[in-house]
């Protein structure tokens, strides 16, 4: 099983009703967050687009942040979600540095911390606090390895991008373009 999010940038409107699920469901503190908006523009007057995208941790099958941590702390859990034992976690910062994507940061209570794609939620057969939440439902969550799931029957009909390939880290977030 490979858990992975596929989020429609021509859905997704901006109004971050994603970044406060994830904050409530997840107790994430004041002035933090697991997940956020980013909104690009792109062209020249008067030609312009914008893209509204709803970002977080990529749970790449190729991370930098599992492979630089020295405790362990930071590693795979099933379906390939990457999580971050907490009392394993010595704080370093190391996998903030090495994460291209700035998904990581570091929890007042002296862990690191970031997107779980709520595990908790998800092993429960429930989807993930910022998809069900979403007003537009403009994101599918499920499993790659399931040509029936709901994500990878739309990645099978829209065309889509990952952020930064050129990383290498091989995201399981895809973006609906
Ligand atoms: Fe986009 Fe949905 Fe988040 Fe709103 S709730 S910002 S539409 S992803
Ligand atoms: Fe690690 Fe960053 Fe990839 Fe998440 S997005 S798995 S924190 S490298
Ligand atoms: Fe937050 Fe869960 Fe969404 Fe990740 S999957 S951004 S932890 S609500």
Redesign the pocket.
């Known amino acids: 099983m490979r858990y992975a999010m596929a989020i429609d940038t021509k859905k997704c409107v901006g109004c971050s009703d994603c970044v406060v699920a994830c904050q409530t469901e997840n107790n994430v503190p004041i002035g933090y967050c697991r997940d956020w908006v980013t909104e690009i523009t792109d062209g020249t007057y008067p030609q312009l687009e914008l893209e509204i995208r709803s970002e977080r941790?990529?749970?790449?099958e190729n991370?930098?942040?599992?492979r630089c941590c020295p405790t362990g702390a930071?590693h795979y859990s099933d379906g390939g979600i990457?999580t971050v034992t907490h009392n394993k976690c010595i704080g370093c910062g190391a996998?903030i540095t090495?994460?291209?994507?700035d998904?990581?940061y570091s929890h007042p209570d002296g862990y690191v911390d970031?997107?779980t794609f709520c595990i908790h939620r998800t092993q429960k057969g429930l989807q993930p606090a910022c998809v069900s939440t979403c007003p537009t439902k403009c994101m599918y969550f499920g499993d790659l390895d399931d040509p029936k799931s709901e994500v990878s029957l739309v990645l099978k009909k829209r065309k889509w991008k990952t952020l930064i390939p050129e990383a290498g880290?091989d995201?399981h977030v895809y973006y609906l373009i």
């Open positions: 941790c990529n749970h790449c991370s930098p942040c599992v930071s990457v996998c090495s994460c291209p994507y998904a990581r970031k997107c880290t995201p």
